[in-house]
């Protein structure tokens, strides 16, 4: 933790790093602000859910055909405002909507960068005022002129300039990586800056908190459910039985792994063989972010950042935290493949 007496700001934190990407020459600083302006807009509502008429059904599903929440239409177009006016970003690709977003106006199509994102993850969680979060990642695109396009989004992760999330919890936290480790910051309210506060973040290196959804048990191939029993076993020289602990929001079950260790799994299952969350908007910003905090993210039997997406709305299990505990489920899945 960073003493009240060293307060770092994000932009100043920022700008002292701008010499890690000189490519950006500012371009890539006023990005994360953006961002950051949009998720203090977007949190400004969140506090204030159940005083105004911001929770609920919006009536509408997405592309997933997953039904809509007020709340998720309202950080959507909250994000999509912000990135398309600050500049230096062509073009969105989100969960919420079918197709890329691009920025074909004079002043947005000149943006180096595009941009996956899930503008609120966890939002079944919004009535009980549980954790939820934003996930963004972003990549520099691939074309050269006009507004981004669907290539510039189907990019590997491998190819990631910056990712992160926030987290609307007890206190609401910007999380990211440009590549050079993890940081966090925290948002002051009384000023509404995002203050450093968790530096250096890194995966503890003794973890015992495996998370998943084990109402889904039956469903779970054969490799999965002997790692469940795994992890359930009293070993004492191993530290087990593990401790279980689900949220459903992937950004605050990956924030409390990150910060107690531990490791979260979405399989595929007999229903959804390709798993749940979405590759390019939750798999590949959440994998860069593991990876560089020391962990690793699977998908049991690959990289996750080294899956080509197809499509942009691409699923893909994944398994991600602490190393060891990574490898571990990853040595199950291979020999029960």
Known sequence: MVPRTKIVTLTQFIIQRQSEYPHAKGALTRLLNDIATAAKIVNREINAAGLVDILGSSGKENVQGEAQ???????????ITALKGGGECC????????????FSNEF???GKYVIAMDPLDGSSNIESNVSIGTIFSIYRRITEVGGGTIEDLLQPGVNLVASGYIIYGSSTMLVYTTGKGVNGFTLDPSVGIFCLSHPDMRFPEISNIYSINEGNYIYFP???????KYCQQDDESSGRPYTSRYIGSLVA???????????????GTKKMPDGKLRLLYE??????????????????????????PQTLHQRAPLFVGSRRM???VESYIQKYA
């Not at 007020?70 to 950080?75: E, G, P």
């Not at 073009?91 to 977003?101: F, G, H, L, Q, R």
């Not at 079950?253 to 399989?267: A, C, V, W």
């Not at 990876?291 to 990289?303: H, I, L, P, V």
């Open 69 to 79: 929440k007020k709340l998720d239409v309202f950080a959507n177009d909250m994000f």
């Open 91 to 102: 073009a969105i690709a989100s969960e919420e909507n079918e197709k890329v977003i691009s």
């Open 108 to 110: 947005s199509e000149l």
């Open 222 to 228: 054969e490799a999965v459910k002997q790692y469940i």
């Open 253 to 267: 079950d990956f924030h409390r792994n990150l910060i107690k260790g531990g490791i979260f799994l979405y399989p």
């Open 283 to 308: 798999c590949n910003p959440i994998a860069f972010l593991a990876e560089q905090a020391g962990g690793k993210a699977s998908n049991g039997f690959k990289r996750i950042m080294e899956i080509n």
């Open 326 to 328: 990574v490898e571990k």
